[in-house]
């Protein structure tokens, strides 16, 4: 079993910046993949980011890129998202997830299995 603990979440003011983590614990071998996704009341959970784990190859969602970068270190088994420039849009919970498929970019939520609790990101106009 893999578990993923985020943390970083917070209020921020539009075009400040958060800087989230995830750290994994346990059978942490078998993940190829790190990801960040986020869902905002009454919306869907959406891709935001991912990161091989091996490679560290990225790639992001249209909606964030060049403002959000996701980054990794594999001694502290941790992923991180930083964000920047934010907007209230990017407003939601954000959740890390584990991918252990062999396919990248893994975008759909239903192709992970294991995910943290969350945190939530506010921005406020």
């Known amino acids: 079993q893999v578990q993923l603990v985020e943390s970083g979440g917070g209020l921020v003011q539009a075009g400040g910046s958060l800087r989230l983590s995830c750290a994994a614990s346990?059978?942490?071998?078998?993940?190829?993949?790190r990801s960040w996704f986020r869902q905002a009341p009454g919306k869907e959970r959406e891709f935001v980011a991912t990161i091989t784990w091996s490679a560290g190859t990225t790639y992001y969602a249209d909606s964030v890129k060049g403002r959000f970068t996701i980054s990794k270190d594999n001694a502290k088994n941790t992923v991180y998202l930083q964000m920047n420039n934010l907007e209230p849009e990017d407003t939601a919970v954000y959740y890390c997830?584990?991918?252990?498929?062999?396919?990248?970019?893994?975008?759909?939520?239903?192709?992970?299995?294991?995910w943290g609790q969350g945190t939530q990101v506010t921005v406020s106009s």
């Open positions: 346990g059978r942490t071998f078998s993940s190829l993949t």
């Open positions: 997830a584990v991918g252990a498929r062999p396919v990248f970019p893994l975008k759909e939520p239903y192709e992970y299995d294991t």
